[in-house]
Nanobody
Framework: QVQVVESGGGLVQPGGSLRLSCAASGSIFTIMGWYRQAPGKQRELVATAWSGGSLNYADSVKGRFTISRDNAKNTVSLQMNSLKPEDTAVYYC??????????WGQGTQVTVSS
């Protein structure tokens, strides 16, 4: 049984930092990453990390967010710096398993506000 569990998130002032962590279990995962969904908007990609080492970022977070992955532990983290109010959203961890199937975490709220 595949499980995806997130931790982190919370309230931070503009310009501040937060770190999100995610642990997946129950399979081997090709892609692990983060998506987010703001109120009234569609879920969007934030950053992904492939098992082979490739990283991908949304343009809106490049230079501010850093994704890191530990293949041996099936964990992925997202370091978020220079946070802006527009980063406010529910952040979801995503893991694509072998042989098939995408799995989501329960989501964690990130609020950037003064």
């Amino acid at each position: 049984q595949v499980q995806v569990v997130e931790s982190g998130g919370g309230l931070v002032q503009p310009g501040g930092s937060l770190r999100l962590s995610c642990a997946a279990s129950g399979s081997i995962f090709t892609i692990m990453g983060w998506y987010r969904q703001a109120p009234g908007k569609q879920r969007e990609l934030v950053a992904t990390a492939w098992s082979g080492g490739s990283l991908n970022y949304a343009d809106s977070v490049k230079g501010r967010f850093t994704i890191s992955r530990d293949n041996a532990k099936n964990t992925v983290s997202l370091q978020m710096n220079s946070l802006k109010p527009e980063d406010t959203a529910v952040y979801y961890c995503y893991a694509r398993a072998i042989p098939a199937g995408g799995y989501w975490g329960q989501g964690t709220q990130v609020t950037v506000s003064s």
